[in-house]
C-alpha cells in the first residue's frame, strides 16, 4: 500500500478539530518565536556578563601569591632532577612564568582574569616540561664534563 492510499483511507478530520488544531499550532509558533528571542537576550546579557568577569584581575596579593608558587614549583622541579644552579632555577621559574601566561593569553600575571586565578595555581603546581629540564640538565652535565 502506497502512502497516497494510506493517506485517502484516513478518516476526514471534523472541521472544530481542524481549527483548534490550526490555532494550537499557531499558539505554538508564537511561543517558539518568543523563546527564540528570550535565548537572544540571555545570551546577550551572558556575553556582557563574561566580558565584565573577564575585566576583573586578580589584585596584587595573588600576583604575589603566584610568584611564591612558581618558585617553589621551581625549587621543586630542579630538587628532582638534580639542577642546583642558580641559572637553571632562573630558566625553570622563567619557563613556568611563559606557560602559565600563554595558557591565559596575557602578557604579565596582573593581567590575568580573577575569575582564572584558582587555573592559573593549579597549572603552575602541576607544571613539567620534561624535555627542557632534560636539555637543561645535559647542558650544566656537559659544561661540568669539560
Not at 68 to 75: E, K, N, Q, S
Request: glycine fraction near 6%; proline fraction near 2%.
Amino acid at each position: 500500500m502506497e502512502w497516497r492510499d494510506e493517506q485517502e483511507a484516513l478518516p476526514a478530520i471534523p472541521e472544530d478539530t481542524a481549527l483548534i488544531l490550526r490555532e494550537n499550532v499557531e499558539k505554538l509558533g508564537e511561543y517558539l518565536l518568543t523563546m527564540g528571542k528570550m535565548i537572544t537576550r540571555m545570551q546577550r546579557r551572558m556575553d556582557e556578563l563574561e566580558a565584565q568577569q573577564a575585566a576583573v584581575t586578580v589584585r596584587h596579593a595573588d600576583v604575589k601569591r603566584l610568584n611564591a608558587l612558581i618558585r617553589t614549583r621551581a625549587g621543586e622541579v630542579c630538587e628532582r632532577y638534580r639542577l642546583t644552579d642558580a641559572e637553571s632555577v632562573k630558566l625553570i621559574r622563567a619557563a613556568i612564568k611563559k606557560a602559565a601566561l600563554d595558557r591565559w593569553g596575557v602578557r604579565d600575571l596582573h593581567d590575568l582574569p580573577a575569575a582564572h586565578l584558582a587555573g592559573a595555581e593549579d597549572g603552575i603546581r602541576k607544571w613539567t616540561n620534561v624535555r627542557l629540564v632534560m636539555d637543561r640538565r645535559a647542558q650544566t652535565e656537559g659544561g661540568l664534563a669539560s
